[in-house]
């Protein structure tokens, strides 16, 4: 299968990305899954020169907006390195649960080359082309937790920028909250 024009976008720095677990298992309701998540961004971070604007983790998928530096990285490279090596550390985590293995498994039949598969093929991404587009995007993933009732204000939610803009609160991963700007 091809790869929907990203091969075009070797240029753009903004995007908005959207990732999700095969048949929408609720891995990331452990929060030990999610921190293996957040130790492959940190990982990665560190190798491609990326910047985090904004993400959450929720329990099926995860959304972000990244600014990338296309000489260092482009986001398909970034986002195959992130969903490969934290699915082999995640997987290994679940190895235990049964029900998640079979999924795993089962999905994984449908290509030759693997046992087990965690991702789905695919991730949505969107270029993030000004600054009206980039609060939208960030407004939206920060209220995911709070419309999917998870918490009733962004910012109590542990696996969400919202906490890094509202709190000030880097400690999970660190957000430039300089670049959005005040949002009018």
Known sequence: MGRRGR????????FFVTTTVVKFLNVFSDPKACDLLIDNIKFYQTKYHFTILSYVIMPSHFHWIVEVQPKSGTISEIMRDIK???AWDIMEYLQHNNLYNEVFEAEAKLYSDQDRKFWMKRFDDEVIRNQKMLWTKIKYIHNNPV???IVERPEDYKYS????????DHSI???DTEIAGIEL
């Open 84 to 86: 490969k090596r934290s």
């Open 7 to 14: 091969t075009y976008l070797t240029d753009e720095n903004f």
């Open 147 to 149: 419309k999917a009732g």
């Open 173 to 175: 991963l660190l957000v």
């Open 161 to 168: 920028s919202a906490r890094n803009y509202i709190n000030d």
